[in-house]
Nanobody
Framework: QVQLVESGGGSVQSGGSLRLSCAVS????????IAWFRQSPGKEREGVAC????????YYSDSVKGRFNIVRDNAKNAVYLQMDSLKPEDTAVYYC???????????????????WGQGTQVTVSS
């Protein structure tokens, strides 16, 4: 049984940092693409970062490029999302997901991912 468990969310002020963790069990993560998505009320789920299990390509959405960093730790079967210079518009529930695709130009599409974590809330105040 594949399980993904996110942690590390919380409340920070604008300009602050958070590090999200996603612990994966039931698969050997090094063979899989993994992505971080986020969703805020009234908006569609958005792919913010992904790392390919095929060629190690990494993608960031324009909204987070230069501020977020996705790191895969295959030894721990985990993936992290380091989020710096946070903005109020980054407020959302953040999800990790695996067994999908990471496109070099458009990133990750939620409909293509089979396994999801439960999400962790990130709130950035101005």
């Amino acid at each position: 049984q594949v399980q993904l468990v996110e942690s590390g969310g919380g409340s920070v002020q604008s300009g602050g940092s958070l590090r999200l963790s996603c612990a994966v069990s039931g698969i050997t993560l090094r063979h899989y693409t993994i992505a971080w998505f986020r969703q805020s009320p009234g908006k569609e789920r958005e792919g913010v970062a992904c790392t390919s299990g095929v060629d190690d390509d990494i993608y960031y959405s324009d909204s987070v490029k230069g501020r977020f960093n996705i790191v895969r730790d295959n030894a721990k079967n985990a993936v992290y999302l380091q989020m710096d210079s946070l903005k109020p518009e980054d407020t959302a529930v953040y999800y990790c997901a695996t067994d999908g695709f990471c496109y070099s130009d458009t990133g990750a599409r939620p409909s293509e991912y089979d396994y999801w974590g439960q999400g962790t809330q990130v709130t950035v105040s101005s």
